[in-house]
Structures are given as C-alpha cells and as structure tokens.
C-alpha cells in the first residue's frame, strides 16, 4: 500500500514528519510520498518558490527510509501552470500503480471541506481517504455519501485499491506553518518545531523575515 500525504510545506515541520512516519507504521504501507503543492486552489499562495519549498523537504527527509517526495504537482505545474488539484494527482498515481491500494491522508480540518474540493467524489475513484484525526472527533454527522463507504476496520483498506473512508487518531503535534513563519517574521526561535537542516536552510536563504 502507497501512502500519499500532500501540502504546501512552506516551511515543512515536525507536524508533517510525525503524521507521516505514524500513518506508515499504523498502515504497514510500503511508503508514503509527500507531494509539494504547485498552486494551492483552496488557499494563500506560499510564502516562497517551489523550488524552496522541495529543497527544505529533501533536508526534512534525508536518510528517512519509506518517506519519500514526489514532484508530480510541481512538474505538472510547470507544464501548464494549471492548480494543483488532487484528483489529477490520484489519477496520475493510479495509472502508475495500477491495483496497489493508494491511501490519502488528509487532515480532520481539510475533511470539513472536503466537498469543496474540485471533483471531490471523484477522488474515491482512485484512492482511499483516510482522515487523521484528534481524540474526541465525532464521526456521528456524517452523510449517506461517507457513510457508504465507511471502513470501520483499517484491515478493509488492503482489500481494494480505492474507494473507502477511514479515520485513523494519530499524534498531531499542534505545530502550524504560519506560526512558524511568524516567529520568524518576530525575528525568535522556531527550534524544535521543525528540523535544524531546515532551520539552517531559513536562516541561509533569509526566509520568512518579513509578513
């Protein structure tokens, strides 16, 4: 099983890392490729290149067997300049991995919004969705579209290459971006939010100074 955890990663952080590193383990899957957004449809552009943002995720990475980075995003960006939707990036994984099941891993505040996704229920077509969640999130409220195809054991999830819904409770460390990119801005600290390769690479490239 191919795991696919997305984002701007803009700086990426030890949230992203741990969330990745936990899924693989609970998920037994073969890896999980983190997949830098080009041109985010559903929020701000990034504070720096893409270029930049790929280079701090390769530091983040570094001798990390299972994780690894996949440009397909930023590649099709350049192409076309087209938004970095995600059913075309599942699309273009499902023809690479033709039965392997794909599990995409989204946030339980990205889950909220999920309809206004573009092409949202198409997104089942190709991969299953599974949401990492917080203790205490209530699953009770959802609709008969998700209720459908509710995977209540994550054993189900190996069974097919697409198609269910699952929510998994994972550690999410309570580390943002954007707070990260303000402590730098105040000119403090961001030590042990993210890895020091990264911070080095802030400080080299003199990233995030001003807001």
Same mark, same amino acid.
């Given at each position: 099983?191919? #795991?696919? /955890?997305?984002?701007?990663?803009?700086?990426?952080?030890?949230?992203?890392? %741990?969330?990745?590193?936990?899924?693989?383990?609970?998920?037994?899957?073969? $890896?999980?490729?983190?997949?830098?957004?080009?041109?985010?449809?559903? +929020?701000?552009?990034?504070?720096?290149?893409?270029?930049?943002? =790929?280079?701090?995720? $390769?530091?983040?990475?570094?001798? !990390?067997?299972?994780? &690894?980075?996949?440009? +397909?995003?930023?590649? +099709?960006?350049?192409?076309?300049?087209?938004?970095?939707?995600?059913?075309?990036?599942?699309?273009?994984?499902?023809?690479?991995?033709?039965? $392997?099941?794909?599990?995409?891993?989204? #946030?339980?505040?990205? /889950?909220?919004?999920?309809? #206004?996704?573009?092409?949202?229920?198409?997104?089942?077509?190709?991969?299953?969705?599974?949401?990492?969640? %917080?203790?205490?999130?209530?699953?009770?409220?959802?609709?008969?579209?998700? &209720?459908?195809?509710?995977?209540?054991?994550?054993?189900? =999830?190996?069974?097919?290459?697409?198609g269910n819904l699952c929510f998994q409770q994972i550690t999410q460390l309570d580390i943002s971006a954007t707070a990260i990119r303000n402590i730098i801005a105040r000119k403090q600290n961001p030590g042990f939010l993210l890895p020091d390769?990264?911070?080095?690479?802030? &400080?080299?490239? !003199? =990233?995030? $100074?001003?807001?």
């Amino acid at each position: 099983m191919i #795991g696919i /955890f997305g984002g701007t990663f803009d700086p990426v952080h030890y949230g992203h890392l %741990r969330s990745a590193l936990e899924v693989k383990d609970i998920f037994g899957l073969d $890896e999980v490729r983190l997949i830098p957004c080009a041109n985010p449809p559903h +929020r701000e552009q990034p504070a720096v290149t893409a270029n930049m943002r =790929l280079q701090m995720l $390769e530091l983040a990475i570094k001798n !990390q067997p299972g994780l &690894k980075i996949d440009t +397909r995003e930023l590649d +099709r960006y350049n192409l076309d300049q087209t938004p970095s939707y995600m059913v075309d990036t599942l699309k273009s994984l499902r023809q690479e991995f033709k039965n $392997e099941p794909l599990l995409l891993f989204i #946030g339980s505040d990205a /889950f909220k919004h999920l309809t #206004g996704w573009h092409q949202w229920q198409r997104l089942f077509d190709y991969a299953h969705i599974v949401v990492m969640t %917080r203790p205490g999130f209530n699953t009770q409220q959802l609709d008969d579209f998700f &209720k459908a195809r509710l995977a209540v054991d994550t054993k189900e =999830l190996a069974l097919a290459s697409a198609g269910n819904l699952c929510f998994q409770q994972i550690t999410q460390l309570d580390i943002s971006a954007t707070a990260i990119r303000n402590i730098i801005a105040r000119k403090q600290n961001p030590g042990f939010l993210l890895p020091d390769a990264v911070i080095e690479y802030i &400080k080299q490239h !003199q =990233l995030y $100074e001003t807001r």
